[in-house]
């Protein structure tokens, strides 16, 4: 079993910067593929970036390329999401989520975190 825990949103204003974090508990995510989602109130689960299992090769949303970074550290058991130039439309709910294979669609990963807000005033 893995446990996720995200952690680092909050309210800013447009143009600013967030980094969230994902901490990993139970097994290390040497071996996993790490995905971030996002929810908006009243939308469906969007795909933001994707990491593999060694960190060498990252896939992003084309809503949130050349601003958003995924990396992450397997010597500490986290991945975290650099939020740079952020936009009122990036305002959701975000989550990190892990699997054996690397994937866009959130229905093809076996462990999820709960999510942290994330919310941008114009």
């Known amino acids: 079993q893995v446990q996720l825990v995200e952690s680092g949103g909050g309210l800013v204003q447009a143009g600013e910067s967030l980094r969230l974090s994902c901490a990993a508990s139970?097994?290390?995510?040497?071996?996993?593929?790490m995905g971030w989602f996002r929810q908006a109130p009243g939308k469906e689960h969007e795909f933001v970036a994707l990491?593999?299992?060694?960190?060498?090769?990252?896939y992003y949303a084309d809503s949130v390329k050349g601003r958003f970074t995924i990396s992450r550290d397997n010597a500490k058991n986290t991945v975290t999401l650099q939020m740079n130039n952020l936009e009122p439309e990036d305002t959701a709910v975000y989550y990190c989520a892990a699997d054996t294979r690397p994937s866009t669609l959130m229905t093809q990963f076996e462990y999820w975190g709960q999510g942290t807000l994330v919310t941008v005033s114009e």
């Open positions: 139970g097994r290390t995510l040497s071996s996993y593929a």
């Open positions: 990491i593999n299992w060694n960190g060498e090769s990252t």
